[in-house]
């Protein structure tokens, strides 16, 4: 971790405890809480798109399975949320596990097929056979912490935030560390990754696995939030908002994935006034940020003050 | 045994839509190695469109086949020049989220034009349904059936005879070489794009009569062509036909015999499977797959 990130994870943590002083509104809270959620996710996707290449078009699936697992965990079997939430990510870890063995071997991006087929089948699961089924399930137990409910917003607010500061500063450790400066070799070179000795496929399962663990939590915080859920909230299109929350926000830095976030939860609530329009306003959001914004707005602005910082002195 | 044919010409009629979608896939990924996952919304359009020409604009029947043909053929073409060409990347996984991007648009304008409820028009031909070994066969199934072979065969004699397509296909194999014996590989990728769209939107315009069309099927319809296409060994024009009728039938027996629910999820598990254990399809060989590296 450089001082730069350091500096920034400060004043991000400055900020999370300053929440419920600037968040007034109750409806914006729920937002913050939702951006948090959704960055944590977008994290993970980051970290396997900007250092494995890889993309996954199913990121809703272990969402899904973060959320479904752990709530039929703490409601049937009255187990702590945290114990959950923990036994939810090994389900989702495992499920990573079976889908990236077999497709990362290959060539090519067939990880983001499997990934695909993943999530469509986690969907009609859920559908045909998760409580409730289609409609979904409620009654879910809120967030706790040793036996005492976090139902307070503010408080949620900070809980969520809290998994996000913990998992930045995870993931830019590993990124600084030996994992990071591999994964970074095998950006420039994959045969010279191998030819020094680097199990490339192995690295590449392990961040797979990291991602998918991440959309898990995520996915848990959400169910233990909301304390309903349906399948809905599962589908590929959240697979695909996902994506765009990295591709806008820059795969190149972790951080994008969080200013992504913000914004495309954000979204939705500015393009109300459009109505109907909403999914063709997203689509062109996508696509005019793929055509003019490749890298990300994140990596476009940091170049941007590095830039202006050398030009003075 | 009455009930079985009645499931087999049913998987025999979607599974004709898989294969067309899945040989929409194998053109544009010959051309260019990019997956379109927008590949669905071109049968959407097609079905879409014709209902606009036949029921909302009253064009006679041969002109709204022709015009609904023309429009697709241009959306493949604005999509290529306006979001393919512009990016000229290297980089097949944005130019894939560019067209997962182009179907978002895609959907959003067709809500927008159609709303959310499903759409129908009339069968081709008008008639009692044929009775065959106690099944009852619509006229359409035929329609579409038909359509969909000569769809193959105009495919397979464009690629073989003309000049173009054979330009095509040298373009498939080696790009750098097509282009230095003077073949326009750029104008090439953009026939793939105008091809693959009137595939689709046949195949949308045939089958709407039998199973209805709505904005938002397109996603599912591109996963479906796409396992057709993965099946048979991605780029091979015969291997997503058989991929494709094989899919539609397994889909088809699911439904009637264990559960309609887990359809959808037939076609999915099929892909998993297949990209575990033979990647480079039924027919494929997975060396060579594996060494060409896409």
């Known amino acids: ?122 969907y009609i699961v859920l559908n045909e056979f998760g409580p409730g089924g289609p409609s979904g399930f409620g ?25 996000l500061l913990l998992v930045l500063v995870f993931s830019l450790n590993l990124l600084n560390a030996r994992p990071g400066r591999a994964l970074r070799a095998l950006h420039g070179s994959e045969t010279a990754c191998s030819a020094m000795g680097l199990d490339i496929v192995r690295l590449k399962i392990k961040v797979f696995v990291l991602s998918a663990v991440y959309a898990s939590i995520a996915g848990s915080l959400y169910a233990h939030y909301v304390t309903f859920i349906s ?16 591709v806008l926000g820059g795969i190149t830095t972790v951080w994008g994935g969080v200013i992504g976030a913000v914004i495309i939860t954000l979204l939705p609530e500015t393009l109300k006034s459009f109505e109907e329009l909403d999914v063709l306003a997203y689509g062109l959001i996508l696509t005019l940020s793929l055509l003019f914004l490749r890298r990300g707005i994140v990596p476009i602005v940091i170049d941007k003050f590095r830039t202006s910082e050398r030009g003075h002195a | 045994m009455t009930v079985f044919l009645q499931f087999l010409f049913s998987g025999l009629t979607v599974g004709s839509v898989y294969a067309l979608i899945g040989m929409g896939f194998n ?88 709303g959310k409820e499903p759409y129908s028009y009339a069968a081709f031909t008008e008639g009692d349904p044929l009775v065959i070994g106690g099944a009852v066969i619509q006229l359409q199934t035929f329609w579409v059936l038909g359509i969909t072979a000569a769809c193959i065969l105009g495919l397979y004699a464009f690629f073989n005879l003309t000049m173009v397509g054979k330009a095509m296909r040298a373009c498939s194999f080696d790009p750098t070489a097509a282009s230095l014996v003077g073949i326009p590989v750029s104008r090439m990728i953009m026939f793939s794009f105008i091809l693959s769209a009137v595939v689709g939107a046949v195949g949308g315009a045939a089958i709407t009569p039998i199973s209805l069309m709505e904005y938002d099927k397109g996603p599912m319809l591109a996963v479906k062509g796409f396992c057709a296409a993965i099946m048979g060994g991605l780029g091979r024009g015969r291997g997503a036909i058989v991929g494709g009728l094989t899919i539609g039938i397994l889909e088809s027996m699911t439904a009637g015999y264990l559960h309609s629910g887990l359809k959808d999820a037939v076609a999915l598990v099929i892909l998993l499977a297949i990209l575990f254990f033979r990647p480079a399809g039924m027919f494929g060989n997975t060396t060579m797959q594996r060494l060409k590296g896409h």
């Not at chain 1, 809270?29 to 900007?50: E, H, P």
């Not at chain 1, 399948?231 to 990295?246: A, D, R």
Request: hydrophobic letters at 60%.
């Open chain 1, 1 to 122: 971790m450089t001082r730069e990130h350091g500096i920034a994870l400060l004043i991000l943590a400055a900020l999370v405890l300053a929440i419920p002083s600037i968040v007034t509104d109750s409806y914006v809270m729920t937002l913050m809480i939702f951006s948090g959620i959704n960055a944590i996710a977008a994290i993970g996707l980051c970290i396997l798109m900007g250092s494995a290449g890889q993309v996954s078009l199913g990121q809703a699936g272990f969402y899904g399975i973060g959320a479904y697992a752990s709530s039929v965990l703490s409601q049937s079997f009255g187990l702590p949320v945290p114990a959950c939430m923990a036994g939810a990510a090994i389900v989702s870890a495992l499920a990573a596990v079976i889908l990236a063995v077999p497709s990362l071997r290959l060539k090519g991006h067939y990880l983001a097929v499997a990934t695909l087929g993943f999530g469509e089948i986690v």
């Open chain 1, 139 to 163: 009654d879910i137990p809120p967030l706790s912490f040793a036996g005492v409910a976090i139902t307070e917003p503010a408080h949620v607010a900070w809980t969520v935030w809290g998994f």
């Open chain 1, 231 to 246: 399948p809905s909230s599962f589908s590929f299109f959240h697979s695909v908002l996902l994506l765009m929350m990295v």
């Open chain 2, 27 to 114: 053109i544009i990924y010959n051309a260019t190695s990019i997956i379109n996952l927008a590949q669905g919304e071109f049968v959407v359009i097609g079905g879409l469109l014709m209902w606009f020409f036949l029921e909302s604009c009253n064009v006679p029947f041969f002109a709204a086949i022709g015009l609904s043909i023309l429009s697709a053929g241009l959306i493949g073409l604005i999509m290529e020049r306006l979001t393919i060409r512009p990016l000229r990347t290297n980089d097949l996984l944005v130019m894939t989220m560019v067209t997962i991007a182009v179907s978002i648009v895609m959907r959003g304008l067709l809500m927008f034009k159609f």
